[in-house]
């Protein structure tokens, strides 16, 4: 960006020697001058930590809901979906491995109220933070997210929920959804393998709900990695422990990036669906092609929503009630 001041971080203190320590994920990384964090896109520039990538975006694209995924929001309708590029972790079956783990990739320029305004001239209801890692750009995050509720937008973050609270609250604080990754429930496993932090995530997801945000969890099942009826009991247990009405999608992994693991065969999914529904209503498979997914009313089993691929019949809902029996429904229709 030639000419332009690089903006500064916020989310961050002075160290010794013209270091500085970020404070915006569980890394707390020590930037010494001209150098980066884990994240690779917040650099120390003369004792300041700035932001190179500050408006960049790696992907622009006009989504189903359903693709973040989010079954329980607004479902049918498209999301106006924006990338970045970096991450502050290192996930060996990245599926956005092209704009996480490098910064490379093209990017363009964004500006959040040219963000929200494509999205209402594209015609779609809510905007998506998504593809790679968002947090690590939570200052642009929550300006984007501003502008989009200024323009009458929903607001959407797709999330490792790896960020610290100061950073995670003024996020979550402007998001009516999010779906955040729940990747194990290994803290070895999480913290030596991805480089992540399962209390940070943890916390992450209590904020969330706290905060009335609308949260769906993913875990994508791997073979041999986290697919034991103990990893993905600890984690459905956890999220009953605040609602057992939160969306959990188990996906099926495909060989992606350093890992070459087999596929995730269909049964594996379906063990660890049953052992989940032993504490969540809504548990829904993922990547396993084009198998019909509903939902169904908690009241008197009626199909709310029928899911086939991207296909999606909501003839089950009467607004966000049961057409059936009338009973409240778990969707947020709009
Ligand atoms: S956001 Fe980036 S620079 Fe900041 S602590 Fe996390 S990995 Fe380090
Ligand atoms: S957290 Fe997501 S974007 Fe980051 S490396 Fe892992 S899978 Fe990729």
């Not at 203190?13 to 020590?30: E, Y």
């Not at 995050?141 to 973050?157: C, D, K």
């Not at 949260?215 to 009953?240: C, H, M, R, S, Y």
Request: charged share 15%; with cysteine; aromatic share 8%.
């Amino acid at each position: 960006m030639p000419g332009r001041a690089i903006p500064e971080a916020r989310f961050y203190s002075l160290a010794d020697d013209g270091a500085v320590r970020c404070s915006l994920c569980h890394h707390q990384c020590l930037v010494t001058p001209g150098h980066v964090g884990v994240c690779k896109v917040r650099r120390n520039e003369g004792g300041r930590l700035v932001l190179p990538f500050y408006g960049r975006a790696s992907a622009i694209s006009i989504d189903p809901i359903e693709k973040k995924p989010l079954y329980h929001f607004m479902p049918g309708s498209s999301t106006f979906s924006v990338g970045y590029v970096g991450c502050n972790l290192r996930c060996p079956f990245c599926q956005n491995f092209g704009i996480s783990q490098s910064t490379d990739a093209l990017t363009e320029a964004v500006d959040p109220a040219g963000l929200a305004h494509a999205a209402v001239r594209a015609g779609c209801p809510s905007i998506a933070h998504t593809y790679s890692e968002p947090l690590v750009h939570a200052e642009f995050v929550v300006e984007s997210l501003m502008a989009a509720r200024s323009a009458g937008l929903r607001t959407v973050l797709v999330t490792n929920g790896c960020a610290r609270m100061e950073a995670a609250t003024e996020v979550l604080s402007l998001c009516d959804a999010v779906n955040v990754d729940v990747k194990c429930w290994s803290g070895s496993f999480y913290r030596d393998e991805l480089g992540g932090d399962l209390p940070t995530v943890k916390a992450f997801v209590e904020l969330a709900f706290r905060l009335g945000t609308h949260v769906e969890a993913t875990t994508l099942v791997i073979p041999g990695k986290n697919d034991d009826d103990g990893q993905i009991d600890g984690i459905a247990a956890f999220l009953a422990s605040l609602s057992a009405d939160i969306p959990l999608h188990l996906s099926a992994y495909r060989p992606m990036y350093r890992y070459t693991v087999a596929p995730t065969p269909q049964s594996t999914i379906e063990r660890m669906s049953v052992v989940a529904r032993r504490h969540l209503r809504y548990v829904y498979p993922g990547n396993l092609g084009s198998q019909a997914v509903q939902t169904a009313c908690h009241s008197c089993g009626a199909a709310l929503v029928v899911r086939r691929g991207y296909g999606i019949d909501l003839a089950g809902l009467n607004g966000d009630n049961c057409a059936a029996c009338g009973a409240k429904s778990p969707i947020i229709v709009a």
